[in-house]
């Protein structure tokens, strides 16, 4: 079976411009969630969405959204880049609460 | 501020040698999780814990919950080059499933 996917694994981007990021979970897992993870820091909770609706929401501002699909897959949208948006982000599907699986990941750079 | 503090941040260690991942908070979690990173790649799952003074090995890997679920430890015996990596511990509240809370991460260099 396949793990989580996530795409593109890298993409450039400058200052202003919007980006979306596309995560497909493992086939039969209804949750998503999506982390930030800044070089050298641990991940950071974004969103969560468990079949299509929004559950959770960490400390992002607003030019971060997302939304989940009736297949379950998702995209995470962020406005208006700044040089501080560069990271690693994180996709991770569960069918449950108690583990998360986790892609490997989109590493955006923005100049 | 960071929620879940991991010390220390940088371990450089020889093949062979012991050592100890401390995961610190000053809250409450229902579990803690460990994840271990390789770049280019997302965390994969070592072990969850969830009650208070558990304790749960894993062949080499010892891992530890504090008696007032604010702490944890990740104990390695005899380490190996395979486990170089990022060590990450994650604190998840009641009823907030899919909602971690990471540390920093532990930067685990063995040289052979």
């Known amino acids: 079976d396949a793990g989580v996917t996530q795409s593109p694994t890298h993409l450039i981007k400058t200052r202003g411009q919007q980006v979306t990021l596309r995560c497909s979970p493992i086939s039969g897992h209804k949750s998503v969630s999506w982390y930030q993870q800044v070089l050298g820091q641990g991940p950071q909770f974004i969103f969560q969405y468990y079949e299509k609706e929004e559950r959770g929401r960490g400390n992002f501002p607003d030019r971060f959204s997302a939304r989940q699909f009736p297949n379950y897959s998702s995209e995470l949208n962020v406005n208006a880049l700044l040089l501080g948006d560069s990271a690693l982000y994180l996709c991770?599907?569960?069918?449950?609460?108690?583990?998360?699986?986790f892609g490997s990941g989109t590493q955006l750079s923005v100049l | 501020t960071q929620l879940l503090e991991q010390s220390p941040q940088f371990l450089s260690i020889q093949e062979g040698e012991n050592l100890t991942v401390y995961c610190n908070s000053s809250?409450?979690?229902?579990?803690l999780q460990w994840y271990r990173q390789e770049p280019g790649e997302g965390p994969v799952l070592l072990v969850t814990?969830?009650?208070?003074?558990e304790v749960k090995k894993l062949k080499r890997l010892t891992f530890q919950f504090g008696d007032a679920r604010k702490d944890s430890s990740l104990h390695i015996t005899a380490a190996q080059p395979g486990d170089t990596g990022l060590y990450l511990c994650a604190g998840e509240f009641w009823n907030q499933g899919g909602k971690l809370i990471f540390g920093q991460g532990t930067e685990l260099s063995v040289k052979p």
């Open positions: 809250s409450v979690f229902s579990s």
């Open positions: 991770a599907s569960s069918f449950s609460d108690e583990k998360l699986f």
């Open positions: 814990v969830v009650t208070g003074g």
